[in-house]
């Protein structure tokens, strides 16, 4: 039986596309919508922090001013949520956090009222709120996401591994992919120990390529595992393949159980020779290799790389980071970055109870 209601014929020829390209159009709405709520939001809620901050200053009110206000603006705005006494107290805390009013207008407004708080309690140092914001952002990260970028200390890791990028690649091209990587990178949602031999965390990483994916960072795609290459007759096979859609490159990755040795980087040479030569197309730009080893001696990285013309980078990877018992417990769940990269988790929370 057919599926369309009583009195229905079937529709018209182009009219699914019609209605494919009018589902898109109410969901872009939706979105705007959302966004320009969120926005007026959070400039209010930094007003009213602004006001508390500069009442309590200037005629020496005290924090029991916060109780009588929530009180009346509930009374005031019955159907408004978010005029709890500890809310009240975030937005005086986000007003004095950020008294650049132009940068929250500009900047902050972005990103929702619980990224905010996530900033406020997790950074106490301005200048790092001020990139992680810029980073969620740019990345559209969830608040989840957020949290866990900051408790597995992104900042720091980013751009640290050691490279040749600024030899081999031209500006700003080696900037960028400097950025693009890290050191170390951290494995540990893998829950491997550490005498598992490379093979089982190659197949670990592709079982988890969501959260591999994740910590990479953005632009990286994954291209496969095992990649065969044939190079006069002869079979080689490439532990791990991605391309980046910023730097328009192939990325290989090369994973060693061990401590770094310099042979390593010949194997890897090789492999970007055999991918320029039949993977990558014209308009691609040079393809990158990022060694990923148990360990390194930075100096000896560093002179490994001193004459090599080809854009390689050389960083460890810690499968089980040793951060203290409580934070471990605090970070997201496996099952929980997966939601929040699938956008399962769009609602904002009701009330900062």
């Known amino acids: 039986m057919s599926d369309l209601p009583l009195g229905l014929t079937s529709p018209p020829a182009g009219y699914a596309d019609w209605l494919a390209d009018l589902k898109d159009r109410i969901h872009a709405a939706q979105q705007r919508a959302t966004l320009a709520v969120n926005r007026e939001l959070v400039l209010l809620y930094w007003q ?13 009110w005290g924090a029991k001013v916060i109780e009588r206000l929530a009180q009346d603006l509930r009374a005031a705005f019955p159907e408004m949520k978010g005029f709890s006494p500890r809310n009240l107290k975030y937005m005086r805390a986000f007003a004095e ?6 940068f929250v207008q500009e900047v902050l407004a972005q990103l929702p009222w619980y990224h905010q708080l996530a900033l406020l309690d997790k950074l106490p140092d301005a200048d790092n709120r001020r990139w992680y914001a810029v980073k969620a ?13 900051i408790e597995t200390r992104l900042l720091e890791r980013s751009g640290t591994a050691v ?40 197949n670990a990483l592709v079982q988890h390529v ?46 060693k159980g061990g401590k770094f040795k310099p042979e390593h980087l010949g194997q890897l040479g090789f492999y970007l020779t ?80």
Request: hydrophobic share 40%.
């Open 97 to 102: 956090a950020w008294p650049d009013g132009e």
């Open 137 to 149: 952002i740019e990345h559209n990260w969830s608040r989840n996401v957020l949290v866990m970028q």
């Open 163 to 202: 490279t040749n990028f600024e030899a081999c690649l031209p500006k700003p091209q080696s900037d960028l992919a400097r950025e693009s990587l890290k050191d170390p990178y951290r494995f540990d949602f893998l829950g491997l120990t550490e005498e598992v031999q490379e093979r089982e965390i190659e």
């Open 210 to 255: 969501t959260e591999f994916l994740l910590e990479l960072g953005a632009g990286f795609a994954f291209v496969g595992r095992q990649v065969l290459l044939d190079v006069g007759g002869d079979e080689f096979f490439i532990d791990l393949l991605f391309y980046h859609l910023k730097l328009r490159c192939y990325v290989v990755i090369e994973l």
């Open 48 to 60: 009213i922090g602004r006001d508390i901050l500069a009442r309590q200053a200037s005629q020496g």
């Open 274 to 353: 055999a991918v320029d030569r039949q993977v990558k197309s014209e308009h691609d730009n040079p393809s990158i290799g990022l060694l990923l080893c148990k360990s390194k001696n930075k100096i000896v990285a560093e002179y490994a790389l001193g004459d090599r013309n080809q854009p390689m980078s050389i960083a460890e990877f810690k499968l089980l980071e040793s951060l203290p018992v409580e934070l471990q417990n605090s970070l997201p769940s496996i099952e929980q970055i997966e939601r929040e990269l699938a956008g399962c988790d769009m609602a904002m929370e009701d009330d900062a109870q």
